[in-house]
């Protein structure tokens, strides 16, 4: 009894609140969540299916095996569908896609074709359209046929299914109904190719302000229509994912991922973390008998590495939402090098010049201020450097720009800090002593 009272209210959670439920299914192990699921009907499933992330779905479902991913998959729309099949087994997808009805499986296999991150494998392959060859009373009775979710725009296609152009629903009302749709094609209609990536979506979208896009495979045909909310969706998720690859997390991570989730994700980055500062703690190491002369050099160490960290993680910053919004184009990679290092170096010296004053107050030493000036200088100007150039760098190497660049970074200011700093009290030694 108290075993069906529990299934009666996971089925009532998951029902009313499925926003919820896929939230709390994200933060189980995949295993545990795939086995609530099979108690479950595949239709309130569905609904949270749609709510999950496309890699915590798709591990669920390699846990439940191709049989019960079939049942789940059947309820989903296409364009999710895809998206979660992109991240399972590829043997456990061709068994799912071979056990659903033969126009569902195309419909789905022809999203798989492409990459989630494209028009096409984000695009919703039901989306009505007229021939070019009908009346208007013929084109009219066609509307009122199709269902009212594939309804965007008028779009007008040929008989082999090429986009021709776009109908004003106005004026297609008031035409008389023996007129020929030919004659009232708006020609001039933007269209985006299946292959085209999301951020560039993105950005025409937001330079046209369209609700849908029609998508067109590389002879024209209309395959579908990309959303505007579901586009920047996503752009808007791989934004924060971009930003959590920064700094070493996962990128689908989740605020409520299971632990071997996190460990997973994160602990090869920070093992990469501690070697980087293993690096910079040798640097230091190196100039041991300087630091037991003056001590005071121990205190202000950390002041320039964290000045050259923050200003490198500035430059990061722009540097990638650039890379991401495509304003850095071929040939402008040199430029922006050159405008994030020359700015460092300008508040190198303006942050110098702060430095220097407390530290004269301080400590009253001319050359413990001149060391520290001088070294806040070089660290902020390379800090600079560095973060425009590790994600241009990692961007021609086809890695992925966002990828743990903080720790690369973070390793380059602190070498680059320490030696600057330690190396100034060396040349200055005769000041400070």
Not at 70 to 79: A, C, N, T
Not at 154 to 164: F, H, I, N, Q, S
């Amino acid at each position: 009894m108290a075993t069906h009272a529990l299934e009666s209210l996971v089925r009532s959670f998951v029902t009313q609140h499925p926003e919820g439920a896929a939230r709390s299914l994200e933060s189980l192990a995949p295993a545990d969540a795939g086995e609530i699921l099979r108690r479950l009907p595949p239709r309130s499933v569905g609904a949270v299916l749609e709510r999950l992330a496309a890699e915590p779905a798709g591990a669920i479902l390699d846990e439940i095996g191709a049989e019960g991913s079939r049942e789940l998959i059947d309820h989903l729309p296409p364009r999710h569908a895809a998206a979660i099949l992109h991240h399972v087994d590829e043997s456990l997808r061709a068994a799912t896609l071979s056990g659903l009805p033969a126009q569902r499986a195309r419909q789905i296999q022809s999203l798989l074709v492409y990459p989630s991150s494209s028009a096409g494998g984000m695009m919703e392959p039901h989306v009505t359209s007229i021939a070019i060859d009908l009346t208007v009373g013929d084109a009219i009775a066609a509307i009122r046929r199709a269902p009212r979710q594939t309804l965007y725009y008028l779009y007008v296609t040929d008989r082999e299914g090429r986009l021709a152009g776009v109908l004003n629903m106005r004026e297609l009302l008031l035409a008389q109904p023996s007129d020929a749709v030919a004659t009232m094609v708006i020609r001039d209609v933007v269209s985006v190719p299946a292959t085209m990536d999301r951020e560039e979506l993105a950005a025409l979208m937001r330079e046209r302000r369209f609700i849908a896009l029609p998508v067109v495979d590389q002879d024209g045909r209309l395959l579908g229509i990309v959303k505007h909310d579901e586009v920047l969706d996503a752009v808007q998720e791989e934004a924060f994912g971009d930003l959590q690859k920064m700094s070493g997390a996962g990128e689908d991570e989740r605020a409520l991922s299971p632990v071997p989730v996190v460990l997973k994700k994160r602990l090869p980055w920070l093992l990469v973390n501690l070697a980087t500062a293993f690096l910079a703690s040798a640097v230091i190491g190196m100039f041991e008998g300087v630091i037991e002369r003056v001590t005071a050099l121990a205190v202000l160490l950390p002041i320039v590495a964290g000045q050259g960290g923050n200003t490198g993680a500035q430059s990061l910053a722009v540097v990638i939402r650039g890379i991401a919004l495509r304003e850095l184009v071929t040939g402008t990679a040199r430029r922006v090098m050159l405008k994030e290092t020359l700015a460092a170096l300008l508040n190198g010296v303006a942050i110098a010049v702060a430095t220097g004053f407390a530290v004269y107050l301080w400590d009253g030493r001319i050359g413990l201020v001149l060391v520290i000036g001088l070294a806040m200088i070089v660290n902020m100007a390379a800090a600079g450097l560095a973060g425009a150039g590790i994600p241009l760098l990692l961007r021609a190497a086809g890695r992925d720009p966002a990828q743990s660049a903080s720790i690369f970074l973070t390793t380059v200011t602190d070498i680059v800090g320490f030696s600057a700093f330690l190396g100034f009290a060396v040349l200055f030694m005769p000041l400070i002593e």
